[in-house]
């Protein structure tokens, strides 16, 4: 047996050294990625996954904890991939989402995983649902992916979760904010955590108004008031996820829910495949600059530079790839 | 795979609340390119362990300034030793005299760095051994 078919089986059989071992293979793009990815690919779908975002400093981290030991009350095991930045200057990363979870590491039934972004276009979307399915094939029964909302990848990634829930606090600015930051558009779930703060009822009610139009086919998006550090609202907040499960394996929701998901997926790989060829080719990077030079002497308009490039990248498809 | 960014896991063990120089650390490590778990305060060598295992972490640092070095470090490289993680680094600092650290090292664990240790000392010895104990991996 290959390298990475023993260690999915290794990962079925619910061992979770091999399982972190395959995140690492799979998050450093090793020789044996692929084929771990294949052997996991008929065991995905069974976890309930939930994506978790927001602002930085919104609690999000304890919020994980407390959702956590609370799944354990109700006998659910857990899996947690938690995403930090990666320092754009360095590449390395401080990874300090395990301090706030303390509380639910101590039990054998949660695996958590931080992961550092790195940056790379549409890597870390990849990376972290790697993961996923990876604690999913380790068998945990919800499998949590908390992402700092602070730009489009962190933001896909909890968007292609079964379940998104948007955290935001009192201070947080105020629901436009929230707009702004494309937290709106991507949100089955508000929390407002650290709601014993002031401001608190005035954020729910914008976000209330907000909510009322947005379009869930026919699910309410729920607004809850939390105060993790307390407790407070963990209850609710899972009954609100057991619901919205609940409502999503009603007809073909789920099944179309991630049928969409997966389309997404398959287009992110492909377009990081088409970027790595494209831009990384000396010829297209060549055609690139001489336009950007004529751009920026007024000789050119941007979009005809683009369509210039465009010209070179068909034909260096058709070279590169025999089409 | 030896071009992966190495990660660290940084702990702080037992009853020991002065964490600034594991802080240090930990950011000297990642401005340095590297991936730095912090796990925080009043951590078990079981609960580090299982971070380690959890995080695949190259290598465990612990910073121990309240005198149970000589049990702490033993414990966690032991642990790590069961769980069949040979590969992973212990290293650390804090107040530990030199008669110690030379038991420890000799017990197993890798250099350990005093008080007064250079922050580019310590990223290069990470940046040496590490990508040995990756090549010299079985698993």
């Given at each position: 047996m290959s390298r990475s078919a023993q260690l999915v089986e290794r990962i079925l059989q619910g061992d979770r050294r091999a399982a972190a071992r395959a995140i690492s293979l799979l998050e450093n793009h090793a020789p044996e990625a692929r084929a771990i990815a294949e052997g996991l690919a008929g065991h995905r779908g069974k976890s309930f996954r939930v994506g978790?975002?927001?602002?930085?400093?919104?609690?999000?981290?304890?919020?994980?904890?407390?959702?956590?030991?609370?799944?354990?009350?109700?006998?659910?095991?857990?899996?947690?991939?938690?995403v930090d930045p990666s320092s754009p200057f360095s590449g390395g990363a401080l990874l300090g989402d395990r301090v706030r979870m303390g509380r639910a590491l101590e039990d054998p039934g949660v695996f958590v995983r931080s992961m550092a972004s790195r940056g790379t276009m549409g890597g870390?979307?990849?990376?972290?649902?790697?993961?996923?399915?990876?604690?999913?094939?380790?068998?945990?029964?919800?499998?949590?992916?908390?992402?700092?909302?602070?730009?489009?990848?962190?933001?896909?990634?909890?968007?292609?979760?079964d379940v998104t829930v948007v955290v935001l606090v009192p201070e947080a600015g105020g629901a436009v904010q929230a707009m702004k930051a494309g937290?709106?558009?991507?949100?089955?779930?508000?929390?407002?955590?650290?709601?014993?703060?002031?401001?608190?009822?005035?954020?729910?009610?914008q976000l209330r108004e907000t909510a009322h139009y947005l379009d869930r086919e026919g699910w309410k998006v729920p607004i809850l008031k939390v105060i993790a550090i307390q407790e407070q609202g963990l209850e609710a907040l899972l009954d609100r996820l057991e619901s919205y499960h609940a409502w999503l394996q009603e007809g073909e929701r789920l099944e179309e829910k991630r049928l969409r998901q997966a389309a997404l997926r398959i287009r992110d790989l492909v377009r990081a495949r088409l970027e790595e060829r494209l831009w990384l080719d000396p010829e297209v990077d060549a055609v690139v600059?001489?336009?950007?030079?004529?751009?920026?002497a007024g000789q050119l308009a941007v979009h005809q530079a683009a369509i210039n490039v465009w010209g070179t990248v068909r034909e260096r498809l058709t070279e590169l790839e025999g089409i | 795979m030896s071009e992966a960014p190495l990660k660290i896991l940084i702990a702080k063990a037992g009853l020991d609340g002065h964490d600034r120089g594991a802080k240090v650390v930990a950011r000297a490590l990642r401005d340095a390119g590297m991936e730095v778990v912090y796990t925080g305060l009043f951590q078990t060598p079981e609960m580090i362990v299982e971070a380690a295992i959890q995080e695949d972490a190259d290598a465990v640092c612990l910073s121990i300034l309240s005198g149970a070095h000589m049990t702490l470090f033993p414990r966690v490289k032991e642990l790590l030793d069961q769980e069949g993680l040979q590969h992973v680094l212990v290293s650390g600092g804090g107040i530990i005299p030199a008669d110690d650290m030379a038991?420890?090292?000799?017990?197993?664990?890798?250099?350990?760095?005093?008080?007064?240790?250079?922050?580019e000392e310590i990223i290069s010895y990470f940046r040496q051994e590490i990508p040995r104990?990756?090549?010299?991996?079985k698993d």
């Amino acid at each position: 047996m290959s390298r990475s078919a023993q260690l999915v089986e290794r990962i079925l059989q619910g061992d979770r050294r091999a399982a972190a071992r395959a995140i690492s293979l799979l998050e450093n793009h090793a020789p044996e990625a692929r084929a771990i990815a294949e052997g996991l690919a008929g065991h995905r779908g069974k976890s309930f996954r939930v994506g978790i975002t927001g602002p930085p400093g919104a609690g999000k981290s304890t919020l994980v904890d407390g959702l956590a030991r609370e799944l354990r009350k109700r006998d659910r095991t857990v899996g947690v991939v938690a995403v930090d930045p990666s320092s754009p200057f360095s590449g390395g990363a401080l990874l300090g989402d395990r301090v706030r979870m303390g509380r639910a590491l101590e039990d054998p039934g949660v695996f958590v995983r931080s992961m550092a972004s790195r940056g790379t276009m549409g890597g870390l979307a990849r990376s972290a649902q790697e993961a996923a399915d990876v604690l999913d094939a380790l068998g945990k029964d919800w499998v949590i992916l908390e992402t700092v909302g602070v730009g489009q990848s962190e933001l896909a990634v909890a968007a292609a979760c079964d379940v998104t829930v948007v955290v935001l606090v009192p201070e947080a600015g105020g629901a436009v904010q929230a707009m702004k930051a494309g937290l709106m558009e991507i949100a089955d779930l508000f929390v407002v955590n650290k709601s014993d703060r002031p401001g608190a009822d005035e954020m729910l009610a914008q976000l209330r108004e907000t909510a009322h139009y947005l379009d869930r086919e026919g699910w309410k998006v729920p607004i809850l008031k939390v105060i993790a550090i307390q407790e407070q609202g963990l209850e609710a907040l899972l009954d609100r996820l057991e619901s919205y499960h609940a409502w999503l394996q009603e007809g073909e929701r789920l099944e179309e829910k991630r049928l969409r998901q997966a389309a997404l997926r398959i287009r992110d790989l492909v377009r990081a495949r088409l970027e790595e060829r494209l831009w990384l080719d000396p010829e297209v990077d060549a055609v690139v600059q001489e336009n950007a030079r004529h751009v920026l002497a007024g000789q050119l308009a941007v979009h005809q530079a683009a369509i210039n490039v465009w010209g070179t990248v068909r034909e260096r498809l058709t070279e590169l790839e025999g089409i | 795979m030896s071009e992966a960014p190495l990660k660290i896991l940084i702990a702080k063990a037992g009853l020991d609340g002065h964490d600034r120089g594991a802080k240090v650390v930990a950011r000297a490590l990642r401005d340095a390119g590297m991936e730095v778990v912090y796990t925080g305060l009043f951590q078990t060598p079981e609960m580090i362990v299982e971070a380690a295992i959890q995080e695949d972490a190259d290598a465990v640092c612990l910073s121990i300034l309240s005198g149970a070095h000589m049990t702490l470090f033993p414990r966690v490289k032991e642990l790590l030793d069961q769980e069949g993680l040979q590969h992973v680094l212990v290293s650390g600092g804090g107040i530990i005299p030199a008669d110690d650290m030379a038991e420890l090292q000799a017990l197993g664990m890798g250099r350990l760095f005093g008080p007064g240790s250079g922050l580019e000392e310590i990223i290069s010895y990470f940046r040496q051994e590490i990508p040995r104990r990756r090549l010299a991996r079985k698993d």
